[in-house]
């Protein structure tokens, strides 16, 4: 895999700001992107009416429940909720540092995909701040099992996603995406897999304060009868797996920064992809800190060079 510019840290190059509902309040919520200095990582703010705010780093210690999202901080009173999708955005992106002002507990859901996300961002751009970017590289196989269920990092030359699902319903199946993540990659194949629910579950839900905002024009909904409910179908023939994919690439961003590696999944979710990454970070002969050796536009993964760097757990606390 070859990395250009994204060798270097960036930020993006002006301000932008989206607004949307909440999918699981249902209440109005903006969010503005802000650039940030290099080292600065990604940061989310959440502002309240009186001025104040609380403000949680995009990283795996910040992360608090996974049950339906990806959770930043374990107080609703405080939290930063469904992360994923933004997060997903900026990954793929390569954006670095940015700082992202929420004025709710939860991220817009938008069209339940990241394409709005990723379309706000080039359209103001993206800067290289000149900074050499660390990048986490999996050296030996690290994988967890739940019952069923499992996820691991392998070694690979480049950033790669390999993710299998497993439904009983037949419209769903087995289905699997597997391959290498670039910007262009993401942008075509994953950004517009949208989040996806049973009709059955609805009531479940609502009843427990759940998808509150969840609707035909931001999830595929499946009936009880096995369809679609959404007039105009499927965006992707497999756009459960893809969806899932998504979530996956942005569960993952909680690194705290871009890995090199392969990461495997079969029938996981939020929880498995939280776990593996603090399986992977827990273990310090699993990974090293790496770095481009030279000042170059263009440099193979496999050149990256070891850099002496703090243990992970605190270099992202």
Same mark, same amino acid.
């Given at each position: =895999? ?15 700001? =989206? ?19 290099? $080292? ?10 009186? $001025? ?26 405080? &939290? ?96 699997? &995406? ?22 059955? /579950?609805? @009531?479940?839900? &609502?009843?427990? $304060? ?6 035909? @024009? ?32 942005? /569960? ?16 996981? $979710? ?32 496999? @050149? ?6 703090? @243990? ?6």
């Amino acid at each position: =895999m070859t990395i250009g510019l994204l060798g270097f840290q960036t930020t993006i190059a002006a301000p932008v700001t =989206m607004r949307g509902i909440g999918v699981h309040s249902g209440t109005p919520v903006s969010i503005t992107f802000q650039p940030s200095e290099a $080292g600065a990582g990604i940061v989310f703010s959440r502002v309240f009416a009186d $001025g104040k705010s609380v403000e949680y780093r995009a990283v795996s210690s910040q992360v608090g429940p996974t049950d339906l999202c990806t959770i930043l901080g374990s107080s609703p009173a405080n &939290w930063v909720a469904t992360i994923e999708h933004v997060m997903a955005a900026l990954y793929a992106l390569g954006i670095d540092n940015v700082l992202v002002e929420v004025d709710a507990a939860e991220m817009p859901i938008m069209d339940g995909s990241s394409y709005d996300f990723i379309e706000a961002i080039e359209q103001v751009g993206i800067v290289n701040l000149g900074v050499k970017r660390r990048y986490i590289r999996v050296v030996k196989p690290v994988r967890i099992d739940s019952d069923a269920s499992w996820s691991e990092f392998r070694p690979y030359d480049g950033t790669r996603f390999e993710v299998e699902i497993d439904f009983s319903t037949p419209l769903i199946g087995r289905q699997s &995406w597997k391959g290498d993540l670039t910007a262009a990659t993401f942008k075509e194949e994953l950004s517009r897999a949208r989040t996806f629910g049973f009709m059955r /579950d609805v @009531e479940r839900l &609502w009843a427990a $304060g759940y998808a509150l905002g969840s609707s035909l @024009e931001n999830s595929v909904v499946i009936s009880d009868d096995d369809t679609v409910v959404n007039v105009e179908g499927l965006r992707y023939k497999d756009e459960f797996v893809r969806h899932k994919t998504l979530d996956a690439v942005g /569960d993952l961003a909680l690194a705290g920064a871009q890995f090199i590696g392969c990461y495997r999944s079969y029938r996981g $979710g939020h929880k498995m992809n939280a776990n593996a990454l603090k399986a992977l970070l827990s273990d310090p002969t699993a990974y090293e800190i790496v770095e481009a050796p030279v000042r170059s536009d263009r440099v193979r993964a496999r @050149e990256f060079v070891p850099v002496q760097a703090p @243990e992970v757990s605190a270099w992202l606390a």
